[in-house]
């Protein structure tokens, strides 16, 4: 690589000295995207019969937080019931009025807890984690050092994924052109975290330790979740290198909420594996059914 201008891409691209958007990116968000925040569209949030309302799609940060509800349900906390609206991301449904007044930044998932008065609005997949958690005291340590733990590996998690998400996600899966230098930034980066993980699980049954926490409802749709579902990288990372990562992955795997909370707010997929919306418990029947 001696010649920079060789490998830019266009060949003869230079960055302007001020930055401005162009008519078309392509790609499968390109014609969402803006670089201004706010409402398109007028658009009131449905609102259903339990206290807790949540508006998603069953993406991994969306998981995370049905992933919880439906073990909270498990463990014998009805209050945890709940209202699962879809908010399709693909078709710019969290621009609308409804969506953004609960969360400004436009991105899913997004909860209303009706439970107080006021009610609660609560944004960002790791801030709902720990709402749910302190309000029905589950999942979440309270010694001291564990809760500590606890917290490390959530915020490892919110600061790790964009780099899937943001990055990898977007560079191998959604980008209209492969950009080699962008795959591979990413691609390197998100193996080095998948190290980390797959280090850190031989000597731990959990993220936190030896108790199941919102840790890892944080980390396992993302790593390796997403890696084998919506980006389709596992091959191309060589994911089943990381042999603690998937011990830990499949233990999760099989605990029966987890199988429930996973496929709540997807829209597609083989029979059985996506439920639109869920607003109650018998919902799940029509998926074993394969409607």
Known sequence: ???????????????????????????????????????RFEKELPVGKHPLQLYSQGTP???????????????GHPGAEYDAWL?????GAQFGSGFVGINPNGKIPALVD?????????????????????????????????RTETFNWLMWQMGSA?????????????????????????AMETKRQLHVLDTHLATHEFLAGDQYTIADMAVWPWYPGSLYGVYNTHEFLAVEEYTHLLRWYRAIATRPAVARGRVVNRVAG???????????AKDFESIQQGE
């Open 114 to 146: 009706h439970s107080t008065d006021p009610v609660t609005r609560v944004f960002e997949s790791g801030s709902i984690l720990v709402h749910l958690a302190e309000r029905f005291g589950a999942f979440l340590p309270t010694e001291g050092r564990a």
């Open 1 to 39: 690589m001696t010649d920079s201008k060789v490998q830019n891409q266009p060949a003869d691209y230079v960055p302007a000295k001020v930055w401005g958007p162009k008519n078309n990116y392509g790609g499968t968000f390109g014609s969402i995207n803006r670089p201004v925040s706010g409402a």
């Open 162 to 186: 964009p780099f899937v998400g943001g990055g990898l996600g977007h560079f191998y899966a959604y980008a209209p052109l492969k950009i080699e230098y962008a795959i591979d930034r990413y």
């Open 270 to 280: 083989e029979p059985g594996t996506f439920l639109r919306e869920r607003h109650d």
């Open 61 to 75: 940060n969306g998981q995370k937080i049905t992933i919880m509800l439906e073990e909270l349900l498990a463990a």
């Open 87 to 91: 908010i399709d991301i693909f078709k």
